[in-house]
């Protein structure tokens, strides 16, 4: 059988390298695959995979050195994958010098199916200062979605709450909240090492790397991994006093997404790509944040992905081959979502006016193009807003009219507080079929409204569920396939 794929062992400084956090794979899909691991000191990752536990017959791949200068973390892709098949990886780290090579760390993970498989997504982990609690059990949400046994993970965003100190201690009503803490996670983030320090905070909980070794993760950022609704030059600062060593946001953004390209088996480019999972799925990520204009006041004029990625967007989806196109977007589509003082401005799509005005304008250029190009078989799926829902959008309930109905499925918190729910705005023609919302507002993991969605993926049709983490169905939704 295969070793136990997280355990974490820690040898004398002067012994050899060790794998600190064991393997993480990503990004699966068109005979490729993405494999991380993060050493105790620089020294190169040496692979193998096989199609069975026993390493018969092992692929042997010599990637990267882990360094200080890359977090001593390091991505090695897999080539010539086959689908169909459970892969299984063994990874050491080796001194340049070849004096000494770690005990190895071990991973497995699905390849495409033509016929079935899972998908699951949620968004928002250690937000709201809700850390790794011992007495709750740590991130049991990672536990929950692992038990749910899917081919892959979508991180829909807010990866990390670098704005959201983490204290050894929180009072919750006429509870506490206990967490593990340091020094990095117990302030805002403003150096590269206080963002690396975030990521490694989650990978320190057992149920996120047991998930790791077993799921490969889809990785994609939205706000909170620089700042809560931030945008490019934003001068944190006059906001928020906490920012006295960086304030400006492009510049925390530069370390943030270095952090997240170092802790994360993710592309070294930019967010958004399009993973072809087989015959059956393209998904397809989008990146909210690199790209938008200044949060706007109302139904200003303003951009949420650039020209630039509303081409891309359009005719990725649009040249899609596979049978369902699965669109990961970190911001909800409708859901008018305030930020600023009083809230008056608007952080995603929707402004709360009927007529197309503000971000809407690229969401209409986009709905319009894919009905010309007789785009189907799409499903959105997002985070965010820390409530569990389905929306279903359609052009007969709208002002803006010319698309095709579809649904978009909203999921989390998987770890952090649980608000909601948001105001929905007109012109697109949503309706919410379902919203499993707290009565109050931040309500506590320990509270129940925590939550991951999954999606089984057949030729015929996706079946979805939005998913307590206590394992149970909050509400399920079978969508048909459109010839």
Same mark, same amino acid.
Request: with cysteine.
């Given at each position: 059988?295969?070793?136990?794929?997280?355990?974490?062992?820690?040898?004398?400084?002067?012994?050899?390298?060790?794998?600190?956090?064991?393997?993480?794979?990503?990004?699966?899909?068109?005979?490729?695959?993405?494999?991380?691991?993060?050493?105790?000191?620089?020294?190169?990752?040496?692979?193998?995979?096989?199609?069975?536990?026993?390493?018969?017959?092992?692929?042997?791949?010599?990637?990267?050195?882990?360094?200080?200068?890359?977090?001593?973390?390091?991505?090695?892709?897999?080539?010539?994958?086959?689908?169909?098949?459970?892969?299984?990886?063994?990874?050491?780290?080796?001194?340049?010098?070849?004096?000494?090579?770690?005990?190895?760390?071990?991973?497995?993970?699905?390849?495409?199916?033509?016929?079935?498989?899972?998908?699951?997504?949620?968004?928002? =982990?250690?937000?709201?200062?809700?850390? #790794?609690?011992?007495?709750? &059990?740590? %991130? *049991?949400?990672?536990?929950? @979605?692992?038990?749910?046994?899917?081919?892959?993970?979508?991180?829909?965003?807010?990866?990390?709450?670098?704005?959201?100190?983490?204290?050894?201690?929180?009072?919750?009503?006429?509870?506490?909240?206990?967490?593990?803490?340091?020094?990095?996670?117990?302030?805002?983030?403003?150096?590269?090492?206080?963002?690396?320090?975030?990521?490694?905070?989650?990978?320190?909980?057992?149920?996120?790397?047991?998930?790791?070794?077993?799921?490969?993760?889809?990785?994609?950022?939205?706000?909170?991994?620089?700042?809560?609704?931030?945008?490019?030059?934003?001068?944190?600062?006059?906001?928020?006093?906490?920012?006295?060593?960086?304030?400006?946001?492009?510049?925390?953004?530069?370390?943030?997404?270095?952090?997240?390209?170092?802790?994360?088996? =993710?592309?070294?480019?930019?967010?958004? #790509?399009?993973?072809?999972? &087989?015959? %059956? *799925?393209?998904?397809?990520? @989008?990146?909210?944040?690199?790209?938008?204009?200044?949060?706007?006041?109302?139904?200003?004029?303003?951009?949420?992905?650039?020209?630039?990625?509303?081409?891309?967007?359009?005719?990725?989806?649009?040249?899609?081959?596979?049978?369902?196109?699965?669109?990961?977007?970190?911001?909800?589509?409708?859901?008018?979502?305030?930020?600023?003082?009083?809230?008056?401005?608007?952080?995603?799509?929707?402004?709360?006016?009927?007529?197309?005005?503000?971000?809407?304008?690229?969401?209409?250029?986009?709905?319009?193009?894919?009905?010309?190009?007789?785009?189907?078989?799409?499903?959105?799926?997002?985070?965010?807003?820390?409530?569990?829902?389905?929306?279903?959008?359609?052009?007969?309930?709208?002002?803006?009219?010319?698309?095709?109905?579809?649904?978009?499925?909203?999921?989390?918190?998987?770890?952090?507080?649980?608000?909601?729910?948001?105001?929905?705005?007109?012109?697109?023609?949503?309706?919410?079929?379902?919203?499993?919302?707290?009565?109050?507002?931040?309500?506590?993991?320990?509270?129940?409204?925590?939550?991951?969605?999954?999606?089984?993926?057949?030729?015929?049709?996706?079946?979805?569920?939005?998913?307590?983490?206590?394992?149970?169905?909050?509400?399920?939704?079978?969508?048909?396939?459109?010839?």
């Amino acid at each position: 059988m295969m070793a136990a794929a997280c355990t974490r062992r820690v040898t004398p400084a002067s012994s050899v390298p060790h794998v600190t956090h064991g393997l993480q794979v990503g990004d699966v899909g068109g005979g490729r695959a993405l494999v991380w691991a993060r050493a105790s000191e620089a020294s190169r990752l040496l692979l193998e995979w096989d199609t069975t536990d026993r390493f018969a017959q092992p692929r042997a791949v010599v990637g990267g050195m882990a360094t200080p200068a890359t977090g001593l973390a390091t991505t090695v892709a897999l080539e010539g994958v086959p689908d169909g098949q459970t892969i299984f990886v063994r990874g050491r780290f080796q001194r340049e010098a070849a004096n000494g090579t770690s005990e190895p760390a071990f991973a497995r993970f699905q390849t495409p199916r033509a016929d079935k498989f899972r998908i699951a997504w949620t968004g928002d =982990t250690c937000g709201q200062g809700y850390g #790794r609690n011992p007495e709750f &059990g740590g %991130l *049991v949400g990672y536990k929950a @979605m692992r038990e749910a046994n899917p081919a892959m993970w979508i991180h829909s965003g807010d990866m990390i709450y670098a704005d959201n100190p983490i204290l050894a201690e929180m009072k919750v009503g006429d509870r506490i909240w206990k967490n593990v803490t340091n020094e990095h996670v117990a302030r805002v983030a403003q150096t590269l090492e206080d963002y690396r320090a975030r990521y490694q905070y989650s990978l320190d909980d057992e149920h996120v790397r047991a998930l790791a070794a077993e799921v490969p993760i889809v990785a994609q950022w939205d706000d909170h991994e620089i700042h809560n609704n931030w945008w490019p030059h934003q001068n944190l600062a006059l906001e928020d006093a906490r920012y006295t060593i960086e304030p400006d946001a492009s510049v925390l953004a530069a370390f943030a997404r270095r952090a997240m390209l170092e802790w994360t088996p =993710t592309p070294k480019g930019v967010v958004q #790509r399009v993973i072809h999972y &087989g015959p %059956l *799925v393209d998904i397809i990520v @989008m990146d909210c944040r690199s790209f938008r204009t200044p949060n706007p006041e109302g139904a200003a004029p303003a951009e949420m992905l650039g020209a630039g990625q509303v081409a891309w967007f359009i005719d990725a989806v649009a040249s899609s081959k596979a049978r369902w196109k699965v669109i990961a977007c970190d911001q909800p589509l409708g859901l008018v979502i305030g930020d600023g003082p009083g809230d008056l401005r608007r952080e995603g799509f929707a402004d709360g006016s009927p007529p197309v005005s503000g971000r809407e304008v690229e969401l209409a250029k986009i709905f319009a193009a894919l009905q010309a190009r007789k785009v189907k078989n799409m499903v959105w799926v997002t985070a965010d807003v820390h409530y569990a829902a389905a929306h279903r959008y359609d052009p007969s309930r709208a002002t803006f009219t010319s698309f095709d109905p579809f649904w978009e499925l909203i999921a989390g918190p998987i770890h952090a507080g649980s608000f909601g729910p948001n105001k929905l705005d007109p012109t697109f023609g949503p309706e919410a079929t379902f919203v499993w919302a707290p009565d109050g507002q931040n309500a506590a993991p320990w509270d129940g409204f925590q939550s991951f969605g999954t999606i089984d993926v057949t030729a015929d049709a996706l079946s979805c569920a939005l998913v307590g983490i206590d394992g149970k169905p909050r509400h399920t939704l079978d969508i048909s396939y459109v010839a």
